[in-house]
């Protein structure tokens, strides 16, 4: 497994990433108001989606079709501790992991 380096100290963030062979954008923003972090997914400029809340155990985009087949981004904090996502535990307990599952396994070098 592996985990999108966000860093929240530099937010906001764009990150050119390569999933399933096509080139997409993540644009992550953080909300100081209500202490949440949103994402952005665009490809060849287009927003597919804008200002995604990031949820604790809850795989991002699964709002709309995913363009993705194999691939899931899920907020996690792999002790279990933390309850919801803030700008506190982001980056130190809680990461952006990503799973490719293919004929129902988790693939490890995606």
Known sequence: ??????NKEQIPVNMSIV???KQYELIFNYN???DFFTVTLTK???ALVVGEKMVLDRPLFETIISP??????IPMDLSSQEQEISYENFGDKIFIWVF???????IEDE
């Open 1 to 6: 497994m592996k985990f999108l380096p966000v």
């Open 19 to 21: 999933v399933e062979g």
């Open 68 to 73: 993705f087949k194999e691939t899931y981004f």
């Open 100 to 106: 490719v599952i293919r004929d129902g396994q988790v």
């Open 44 to 46: 060849d400029g287009v």
């Open 32 to 34: 100081s108001s209500y």
